[in-house]
């Protein structure tokens, strides 16, 4: 019998400037890290007005994590010390795994529309701090969609009613669903029961559990269980769906870099400034 998960808590994002000067909203982060293990940070990105995104993201280090960045509407350009540059557009995804160090921009370009976008932090193990950096373009063509129930879901990540993701090989064995749902529509998520899971709404309302609505630009995180139960009743709902295992080690964060230990981050930053933190 499926053990259905409940709400543990949840948080709202909130405005923060990143970058070099991008208005968003930071959903967790450092403060709620421990709490959203293997996961460090999710930030929800865009606007209407340019001048809130222009400025982007200029060239910056990562060692220790991967980052995740799924477009919605509008254009990021990209370019990275492996040599990879391009555009990812609506749709697509960006799965750029950090390792032992890379430095790369992300600029969002002039969109005519509201620009959207989803950047998220996941940790790696320490076994695997320091693997070879890799990174991966994914079009919005070649992510599945699956329809179960009347939601229509695009699986980024894992797999659903028989269908994988499009991305694989991930260390922490992620699951990444972008769910949408009309009105009147419940839906039964599969969940590894030793994974951590939460559900940020996009857009709408969704009642979790049978009973607790979240609303659009707050986060459920759940409880342990197989499954987490999600429906709608007048409103449509548009969320992202995301668990992965947890890691369980310790945390030493410095900006753009996260290790396990404060004298493995001190290295991070001397290797940065003295030319030396690239290692393949």
């Given at each position: 019998?499926?053990?259905?998960?409940r709400i543990e808590t949840v948080l709202e994002s909130r405005y923060t400037m990143e970058g070099a000067g991008v208005r968003l909203r930071r959903v967790f982060a450092n403060r709620e890290a421990r709490l959203m293990d293997p996961f460090l940070l999710l930030d929800h990105f865009g606007s209407a007005n340019p001048d809130d995104y222009l400025a982007g993201f200029p060239w910056?280090?990562?060692?220790?994590?991967?980052?995740?960045?799924?477009?919605?509407?509008?254009?990021?350009?990209?370019?990275d010390s492996?040599?990879?540059?391009?555009?990812?557009?609506?749709?697509?995804?960006?799965?750029?795994?950090?390792?032992?160090?890379?430095?790369?921009?992300?600029?969002?370009?002039?969109?005519?529309?509201?620009?959207?976008?989803?950047?998220?932090?996941?940790?790696?193990?320490?076994?695997?701090?320091?693997?070879?950096p890799r990174y991966r373009d994914i079009s919005a063509a070649q992510v599945p969609e699956v329809d179960l129930g009347g939601a229509r879901i695009k699986v980024i990540a894992g797999e659903i009613?028989?269908?994988?993701?499009?991305?694989?090989?991930?260390?922490?064995?992620?699951?990444?669903?972008?769910?949408?749902m009309p009105p009147d529509t419940s839906l039964d998520l599969p969940v590894k029961e030793d994974h951590n899971a939460f559900a940020f709404v996009l857009e709408g309302e969704g009642f979790f559990g049978g009973a607790q609505p979240v609303s659009a630009n707050h986060l459920a995180l759940f409880v342990d269980g197989d499954t987490v139960s999600v429906s709608t009743r007048s409103n449509?709902?548009?969320?992202?769906?995301?668990?992965?295992?947890?890691?369980?080690?310790?945390?030493?964060?410095?900006?753009?870099?996260?290790?396990?230990?404060?004298?493995?981050?001190?290295?991070?930053?001397?290797?940065?400034?003295?030319?030396?933190?690239?290692?393949?």
């Open positions: 019998m499926a053990t259905v998960r910056h280090p990562h060692r220790g994590i991967e980052t995740i960045t799924y477009m919605l509407e509008g254009e990021v350009e990209h370019g492996l040599g990879n540059r391009g555009t990812i557009g609506s749709g697509d995804i960006q799965w750029m795994t950090a390792g032992s160090g890379i430095i790369h921009q992300e600029m969002p370009q002039r969109y005519e529309g509201t620009l959207r976008g989803l950047q998220l932090w996941a940790n790696l193990p320490a076994a695997q701090k320091m693997m070879s009613q028989g269908t994988r993701g499009a991305v694989g090989d991930i260390v922490i064995d992620p699951t990444y669903l972008d769910v949408d449509p709902v548009r969320l992202i769906f995301v668990s992965g295992k947890p890691l369980r080690e310790p945390i030493a964060w410095g900006g753009p870099i996260v290790m396990n230990t404060e004298e493995e981050l001190e290295q991070a930053f001397r290797e940065y400034r003295e030319g030396t933190f690239i290692k393949s």
